[in-house]
C-alpha cells in the first residue's frame, strides 16, 4: 500500500549555485502529494535527488529503513525497483511504437516471458487510457497520449512509488484535467504514494493529499492541501491563488525596493477564494489516503474562506461526505452509486458522467 519517504534536511548545489537547502518533508504512504514553484527553483532536481540519480550535498532520503543518498550501488539499484518515474521529457524511444516503449523495462529487469509481458503492458495501457494505441510510434501521437505511454511504462514493474515531472507541461487544459482524472485514478487503482511536480496552480488546487512549495531555494511549506489553501503565508498565499500583489515577482522574485513600494501603497493581499472540492475518483471510489473535506481545518480550528468545498451544483462535501463515505460502505451497505450524490462519479471536479472513461487521444 505505497510506502513512506521521509526526507530530513537535504541540501543540493551545482558547484556554487544552491538549488534548495534544508528540505524537510514526508511523502505520507499511499497519499497523492505535488511539489509546487516556479520555473527554475529545482523541481526535477528534487526528483531526480529522490530516486538517486543525483546526489545531495546533505541531507537524508528515508525510504523504510534505508537512507537513499549513502546506500551501496548494489542497494541504491535495489531500492529504485520500487520506484516508477515519469520524467519531464517523457523520454519515450522514438524508433519503438508504444508497445515495445511500455515492455522495455520489463525486457531489461526481469526475465518474464513474452506472454507475461504481454498481459502486463496491456493492462498498463488500459489503466492509463491507451488500448488500442500500441502499434504507433512517438511522433504519431498526441503530447497528452505520449505523457499517458510514459506514464504505462512507469508502472510495468508495479511501483510503490511514483514520481511524475510537470503531467501538464505542454498540454492544453482539457488534456490536462483528462490526465489529472487518470494519475487519481490511478492512485485508488494502485495504492502507491505519489509525488507530482507542477507549476500548475489549478493541478495543485485541486488533485492532490498534500502540496509542497518550493521558492527562493528553500521548501516553504508541506502538508495537507487544505493547510497551504487557507495559508496566510504571502509567498504560499500569493502562488496558490496566481495574484500579482506579493513577494514573487515575474523574474521569480521581487527585490527589496518593489516590496516596499508595494507595502507603502497599502496593497490588499484580498481575501483568499474558497477551497475547490478536491477531485473525486471517475467511479467514486474513495482513495485510502484521500481526506475528508473540510476534516485538517476543523482539526486545526481553522474557518476555510467562505464557499469552500462547495461543487458545482452547490452541494457542500463537508455535509455531503459523511452520507457519501456510509453509501460506498463495501460490507452490507448498497453498492457504490446508489450515494446520495446521484450517478457514481457525478462529484465536484469531475467530468460529467458521459465524458468518463474517455482518456485515450487525450
Ligand atoms: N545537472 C545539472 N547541472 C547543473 N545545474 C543543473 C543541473 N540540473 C539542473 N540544474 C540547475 O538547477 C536549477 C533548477 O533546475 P530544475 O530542477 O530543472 O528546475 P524546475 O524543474 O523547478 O523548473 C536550474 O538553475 C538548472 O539550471
Ligand atoms: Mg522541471
Redesign the pocket.
Known amino acids: 500500500m505505497g510506502v513512506e519517504i521521509r526526507v530530513e534536511g537535504l541540501t543540493k548545489s551545482?558547484g556554487r549555485?544552491t538549488?534548495w537547502q534544508d528540505v524537510s518533508l514526508t511523502l505520507p504512504a499511499g497519499e497523492i502529494s505535488v511539489l509546487l514553484?516556479?520555473?527554475?527553483?529545482?523541481?526535477?532536481?528534487?526528483l531526480k535527488s529522490l530516486v538517486g540519480l543525483?546526489k545531495p550535498d546533505r541531507g537524508h532520503i528515508w525510504v523504510g529503513d534505508r537512507d537513499l543518498p549513502y546506500l551501496p550501488e548494489a542497494q541504491l539499484y535495489e531500492t529504485r525497483k520500487l520506484f516508477g518515474v515519469l520524467f519531464?521529457d517523457g523520454a519515450l524511444f522514438g524508433s519503438m511504437n508504444i508497445y515495445d516503449n511500455v515492455a522495455f523495462p520489463l525486457r531489461e529487469h526481469t526475465k518474464k516471458s513474452e506472454s507475461e509481458v504481454k498481459r502486463i503492458v496491456m493492462e498498463k495501457l488500459e489503466l492509463v487510457g491507451l488500448l488500442g494505441a500500441e502499434k504507433k510510434l512517438p511522433g504519431e501521437i498526441s503530447g497528452g497520449m505520449k505523457k499517458r505511454a510514459g506514464l504505462a511504462r512507469a508502472l510495468v514493474l508495479n511501483p510503490e512509488i511514483l514520481l511524475v515531472?510537470e503531467p501538464d507541461s505542454g498540454l492544453d487544459p482539457v488534456r490536462t484535467s483528462y490526465l489529472n482524472q487518470t494519475i487519481v485514478d490511478l492512485n485508488a487503482e494502485i495504492g502507491a504514494t505519489f509525488l507530482i511536480?507542477t507549476?500548475d496552480i489549478n493541478t495543485a488546487r485541486t488533485v492532490p493529499d498534500n502540496i509542497g512549495l518550493?521558492f527562493r531555494r528553500e521548501l516553504v511549506m508541506f502538508g495537507p492541501r487544505e493547510m497551504l489553501l487557507s495559508s496566510e503565508e504571502p509567498v504560499v498565499r500569493q502562488f496558490l491563488n496566481a495574484r500579482k500583489i506579493g513577494p514573487i515577482g515575474m523574474s521569480e522574485e521581487k527585490d527589496v525596493s518593489e516590496l516596499e513600494a508595494e507595502a507603502k501603497q497599502g496593497h490588499d493581499p484580498g481575501k483568499l477564494p474558497p477551497i475547490p472540492p478536491q477531485l473525486m475518483t471517475s467511479d467514486g471510489r474513495i482513495r485510502p489516503g484521500q481526506h475528508a473535506p473540510g476534516a485538517w481545518c476543523a482539526a486545526h480550528g481553522v474557518t476555510p474562506p467562505p464557499g469552500s468545498f462547495v461543487d458545482d451544483l452547490g452541494r457542500n462535501w463537508v455535509e455531503e461526505w459523511p452520507r457519501y463515505v456510509a453509501s460506498m460502505a463495501p460490507a452490507g451497505g448498497p453498492p457504490p452509486g446508489a450515494h446520495p450524490g446521484g450517478a457514481p462519479g457525478h462529484f465536484p471536479g469531475n467530468p460529467p458522467p458521459g465524458q468518463q472513461g474517455a482518456g485515450a487521444g487525450y
Open positions: 551545482f549555485q538549488i514553484g516556479p520555473s527554475g527553483t529545482g523541481k526535477s532536481v528534487f543525483l519531464q515531472d511536480v507549476h518550493l
